[in-house]
């Protein structure tokens, strides 16, 4: 039952990172409107955008976790 209380707290910490993530990936991308404003394709898009960053950082939250499981586990066998 700890296990999975774990697993669940990471899953809502790897969404809780995944949106400034998103963000900063729609941030740097310094997408501007064609026009003086957004079309709604364009708004579209922009969404896209996001989520397509949110995934990434959701998934490389998971990565780095993987990769601090992995160099722990290492350790702790050297160590034994």
């Given at each position: 039952m700890k296990t999975v209380a774990r697993?669940?707290?990471?899953?809502?910490?790897?969404?809780?990172?995944?949106?400034?993530v998103g963000y900063l990936?729609?941030?740097l991308?310094?997408?501007k409107p064609e026009?003086?404003?957004a079309t709604p394709i364009e708004?579209?898009?922009e969404?896209?955008?996001f989520i397509i960053g949110a995934v990434i950082g959701f998934i490389l939250t998971?990565?780095?976790?993987?990769?601090?499981?992995a160099?722990?586990?290492h350790l702790v066998n050297k160590e034994s």
């Open positions: 697993e669940l707290v990471w899953f809502f910490v790897a969404v809780l990172l995944a949106v400034p990936f729609g941030s991308l310094e997408l026009g003086r404003s708004d579209v898009f969404m896209e955008l998971y990565v780095m976790r993987i990769l601090m499981w160099i722990n586990k």
